[in-house]
């Protein structure tokens, strides 16, 4: 077995214990714990969790993916398919997992015991640039695997733009109206700024993957999967 984590991730100390177990069941060819958001998290880190929710990713569709802070795989497998596409500069785990699925009947599974801490992204900056990252690996997934594209990217962009601009126009009616919202609400500027930055970053991210003709090439494992 291959376990993955993380720089910016601390495991518990029974991570590895938890997450290979079952490995001796043939049905499964990748294992996938719990990603938990660090106990010092901030606002935004704490915002950003349910993007790390691997629970939630393993029921998606079309078909279920695990991000690769918290997985394992079979050693054997992950050669035979062709290890992660190094020409993807984001969603390469995605990538590999929905592959993995479409050339051999492994599957996955899940764990909540095998947990690790991330240390998610703590400003709005850092926000925009991880989203921006997603929808660039998004649209460029799309076009290496288009049966597993359900939505037109550029139809995901446009509506990620939509929402930044909905959230900039709560930004500028709560500077208006500051001293109220901040009786009411610590966070009434940094939530919608948190969502101005995860749409926003989408919305440029999927446009930008979308235009860039260098990804189109899809990855070749270097034995067959099967």
Request: aromatic letters at 14%.
């Amino acid at each position: 077995l291959i376990a993955f984590t993380d720089i910016d991730c601390i495991p518990d100390a029974a991570w590895l214990r938890f997450l290979v177990e079952g490995w001796d069941d043939d049905r499964y060819g990748g294992f996938v714990g719990r990603v938990q958001p660090s106990p010092t998290a901030n606002p935004i880190e704490r915002w950003m969790a349910p993007f790390y929710d691997q629970e939630a990713n393993l029921a998606s569709s079309p078909l279920p993916f695990a991000q690769g802070c918290n997985v394992a795989y079979r050693r054997d497998l992950f050669t035979r398919v062709g290890g992660f596409d190094e020409n993807l500069v984001w969603w390469q785990d995605v990538e590999f997992g929905w592959r993995m699925q479409q050339h051999t009947p492994y599957r996955y599974r899940w764990n909540a015991l095998a947990v690790i801490s991330h240390q998610n992204r703590s400003t709005l900056r850092g926000v925009a640039k991880k989203f921006f990252g997603r929808g660039y690996g998004r649209a460029a997934v799309a076009k290496r695997l288009p049966a597993l594209n359900r939505s037109p990217i550029g139809a995901l962009a446009l509506r990620g733009a939509f929402s930044a601009s909905v959230q900039l126009g709560k930004l500028a009616v709560r500077s208006v109206t500051a001293p109220a919202w901040r009786a009411s609400d610590p966070d009434a500027f940094l939530r919608p700024a948190f969502w101005f930055a995860f749409h926003g970053g989408m919305a440029v991210g999927l446009a930008t993957g979308l235009c860039d003709l260098r990804n189109r090439t899809p990855h070749i494992p270097s034995v067959n999967g099967h």
